[in-house]
């Protein structure tokens, strides 16, 4: 049923009547010699066009559009060519765009009467015939009485227009015979009118609605005609400049099953074609593109040129691929206050043959949207002498990537879309291989089970939905592949859950449309087990990349795996009540007491100090265990050179001993500072300068030198004299 679009058929409805006379106020000056002008000739007056001339302009720069993208000449294959003998099926299978260019415009005038100005045929679909046709009917006849003249004939005569067959929908009828029912029929009617108020435009609507209706009785019974599925009505209402519209804007609105209507309120001028120019854009499914910097030669300077731009029209698929990418160079223009969106490319120097081969992967012919302006007719006559252009992506830094290129075959021009990745016709490259900085880290044995899970297997037999309906087993494995692929990161370093053992059984249940209770169960287990290897502190495989080989903090790397695991069981939170609670049981193991969190707060601020002082240690080891040794080498032979000295000034009689000479120590007692396994802080290496350096400068405690381990006992009298005095008081008791 939807083998044909609205796109299929479209039918303009022109007001004729006297009111359509009135100028536009809009004055267009066509004086040519404003500048070299002999004196004593009057300048000649500017003109202004009629409401008429207005609509018929537009409509025509709508047909040309259409027919520049879309000709009718060349059209895909016949759709008997289409189907085969038992191809009933497929030929209402076909996608609509294979047909768009079948496109058909029918033109219909109204004053007292309708007139149809062509057919559906083919020999009619071209602009001369409708600019001939438009020629003999001439303008509006301002005498004519209004009362006579009304815009309901040409909506009733647009309506019984639909209701006829085009040559495509009668071949596709003739082909399936008994079925010709299937064959869809829809239409568009455009009518371009001056409407006396919002009123009046629910008048026209009722009108049309009402005549579908009885037209579609009469096809029922009919061989030739066909019902109206569905009818797109656009009511455009045109008025004159400085005044202010009497019809308000109104978008799409159902008015029936087989109806739709939108209004639109037009200024007549310039507005009008930008308003029209907007409306095949929509109806068509096009897409804009702004060629900037076309280097043209002056007419008043030969030697010297300028930039211009020219804005093209094309189908919206040219663009699939550069809207994918994260700069899709979209903007916003105002033109004759129509506000549209345009991708702008930049034309690309050195220009190129047709004899140079590109990789391309689509080609779409363009129309331009200013077609009489002089950078778009140069552009057009550039091209068609067989030329072709290369446009890039306008790029503020970096190199620039050439992505479409505008050339032309058969006399007509077309946007070919040029491949900026690596071409399919290359030998793809191997997955492990490293080489220019590719990813290397593909969970390539995870994608191959993920395929193996998800793999498509004729049915057997059918199953039942819940409401009774019967169950699509394409929609079951398109909701399958949508719950497997809700979170599965693609690359070993950007996961650790998925690199874990211990998660996999919940991994695995998770992704389930539905869980029982030992699902839930075993998934909780799961949890545990991880709340257990946390507690024992046990390592994660967490990546390194960019680390320089140390990893994060043990507590870090169990925070990145709750938060990854929260994050795939979110995920799913949707998928039944039982993944709630499997969320539940894993925010409240993650839930920990005040006491653990701040024992955790400062054994991690421990951790950080040790690492800041082993990052120091090991910066400069080397130089000082070098310094050390040095050290001790000297200090050794002063204690040796002392000694020494201190022997013969002991040996001489009438040399008394120096107060503040040190204690007698031989070179065997010196110790060298013990060697501590592992590496020394900063702060140890520091107290032991000190110390050595306080050491030379006073004379040792005595009692410390007759103590163990350095510490002396003070006040040991005192133990004597408490004893001493605790026995005499108890002599005195006694006696």
């Known amino acids: 049923m939807k083998l044909f679009s609205e796109a299929h058929k479209t039918v303009f409805v022109v007001d004729h009547c006297p009111y359509m006379a009135e100028s536009c106020r809009q004055t267009v000056e066509f004086d040519m010699f404003?500048?070299?002008?002999?004196?004593?000739?009057?300048?000649?007056?500017?003109?202004?066009?009629?409401?008429?001339?207005?609509?018929?302009?537009?409509?025509?720069?709508?047909?040309?559009?259409?027919?520049?993208?879309?000709?009718?000449?060349?059209?895909?294959?016949?759709?008997?060519?289409?189907?085969?003998?038992?191809?009933?099926q497929r030929l209402l299978t076909v996608a609509p765009k294979q047909l768009m260019g079948a496109t058909r415009v029918n033109f219909i005038v109204s004053d007292s009467r309708a007139h149809t100005l062509n057919s559906w045929g083919q020999e009619d679909q071209n602009l001369q015939e409708l600019m001939a046709a438009l020629a003999a009917v001439g303008p509006p006849n301002p005498r004519m009485d209004p009362e006579c003249c009304s815009v309901l004939h040409g909506l009733v005569e647009a309506v019984e227009v639909l209701c006829k067959c085009t040559d495509y929908q009668h071949e596709a009828r003739t082909t399936l015979m008994e079925n010709a029912d299937r064959v869809s029929n829809r239409g568009r009617i455009i009518c371009i009118t001056n409407a006396k108020s919002d009123s009046h435009v629910r008048m026209l609507e009722d009108c049309v609605q009402e005549t579908i209706h009885e037209h579609n009785k009469l096809a029922a019974s009919s061989d030739n005609l066909m019902q109206i599925q569905h009818c797109e009505l656009v009511l455009i209402h045109t008025y004159t400049a400085g005044e202010d519209s009497i019809v308000s804007d109104r978008p799409r609105k159902d008015i029936s099953l087989a109806l739709t209507s939108e209004v639109h309120s037009v200024r007549a001028g310039r507005q009008l074609p930008a308003k029209l120019t907007s409306l095949v854009q929509q109806h068509f499914d096009?897409?804009?593109?702004?060629?900037?910097?076309?280097?043209?030669?002056?007419?008043?300077?030969?030697?010297?040129?300028?930039?211009?731009?020219?804005?093209?029209?094309?189908?919206?698929?040219?663009?699939?691929?550069l809207l994918r990418s994260v700069d899709p160079h979209l903007s916003s223009t105002n033109r004759d206050s129509a506000i549209k969106e345009t991708v702008t490319l930049k034309w690309c120097t050195p220009r190129t043959n047709n004899v140079e081969l590109h990789y391309c992967t689509g080609a779409y012919r363009i129309s331009p949207v200013d077609v009489n302006s002089r950078p778009s007719s140069c552009l057009t006559n550039f091209l068609l002498n067989g030329r072709s252009v290369l446009l890039e992506q306008p790029r503020k830094s970096g190199s620039k990537v050439i992505s479409h290129m505008l050339c032309s075959h058969g006399g007509e021009i077309f946007l070919h879309v040029l491949s900026s990745v690596r071409s399919i016709l290359e030998d793809p490259p191997s997955i492990s291989e490293g080489c220019g900085g590719r990813v290397t880290d593909y969970r390539i044995t995870d994608f191959g089970e993920f395929m193996r899970e998800n793999r498509l297997t004729p049915v057997m037999e059918r199953g039942y939905l819940m409401d009774g309906s019967m169950e699509v087993?394409?929609?079951?494995?398109?909701?399958?592949?949508?719950?497997?692929?809700?979170?599965?990161?693609?690359?070993?370093?950007?996961?650790?859950?998925?690199?874990?053992?211990?998660?996999?059984?919940?991994?695995?249940?998770?992704?389930?449309?539905?869980?029982?209770?030992?699902?839930?169960?075993?998934?909780?287990?799961?949890?545990?087990?991880?709340?257990?290897?946390?507690?024992?502190?046990?390592?994660?495989?967490?990546?390194?990349?960019?680390?320089?080989?140390?990893?994060?903090?043990?507590?870090?790397?169990?925070?990145?795996?709750?938060?990854?695991?929260?994050?795939?069981?979110?995920?799913?939170?949707?998928?039944?009540?039982?993944?709630?609670?499997?969320?539940?049981?894993?925010?409240?193991?993650?839930?920990?007491?005040?006491?653990?969190?701040?024992?955790?707060?400062s054994r991690r601020k421990r951790e950080d100090k040790e690492d800041k002082s082993e990052k120091v240690v090991k910066d400069y080891e080397p130089e000082k265990s070098w310094q050390d040794s040095e050290r001790l080498k000297g200090t050794l032979e002063r204690e040796k050179e002392e000694l020494a000295e201190a022997e013969i000034i002991k040996d001489s009689p009438d040399s008394p001993e120096p107060l503040n000479k040190k204690p007698r120590v031989s070179i065997g007692e010196v110790q060298p500072p013990e060697k501590v396994k592992g590496p020394i802080s900063l702060l140890a290496?520091?107290?032991?300068?000190?110390?050595?350096?306080?050491?030379?400068?006073?004379?040792?405690?005595?009692?410390?030198?007759?103590?163990?381990?350095?510490?002396?006992?003070?006040?040991?009298?005192?133990?004597?004299?408490?004893?001493?005095?605790?026995?005499?008081?108890?002599?005195?008791?006694?006696?």
């Open 685 to 735: 290496m520091w107290t032991n300068r000190i110390n050595t350096a306080n050491s030379r400068k006073h004379q040792e405690f005595a009692g410390r030198l007759n103590s163990v381990n350095n510490k002396a006992e003070l006040y040991q009298h005192l133990k004597e004299e408490n004893g001493m005095e605790t026995h005499e008081n108890g002599k005195a008791s006694r006696q």
């Open 286 to 321: 096009l897409a804009s593109t702004t060629i900037t910097n076309i280097p043209m030669k002056e007419e008043q300077h030969a030697n010297t040129s300028a930039n211009y731009d020219v804005e093209l029209l094309h189908q919206k698929d040219a663009h699939t691929e």
């Open 473 to 601: 087993p394409l929609e079951r494995a398109k909701a399958q592949l949508e719950r497997h692929t809700r979170y599965w990161p693609m690359i070993i370093s950007q996961t650790t859950i998925f690199n874990m053992q211990a998660v996999v059984p919940l991994a695995s249940l998770i992704v389930k449309e539905s869980l029982t209770d030992d699902d839930v169960l075993n998934c909780q287990k799961t949890i545990y087990n991880l709340v257990d290897m946390e507690r024992k502190n046990d390592h994660l495989p967490i990546s390194t990349v960019g680390t320089r080989g140390k990893g994060s903090k043990r507590d870090e790397q169990y925070r990145i795996m709750w938060n990854e695991l929260e994050t795939l069981v979110r995920a799913h939170l949707n998928n039944s009540e039982k993944h709630q609670r499997v969320l539940e049981c894993l925010l409240a193991c993650r839930s920990k007491p005040p006491e653990e969190e701040e024992r955790k707060k």
């Open 34 to 88: 404003t500048k070299n002008r002999a004196p004593g000739i009057i300048p000649l007056a500017p003109i202004s066009k009629s409401l008429w001339t207005c609509a018929v302009e537009s409509a025509m720069e709508y047909c040309r559009i259409m027919y520049d993208i879309f000709p009718a000449r060349k059209l895909p294959a016949t759709l008997s060519s289409m189907t085969s003998t038992s191809g009933d």
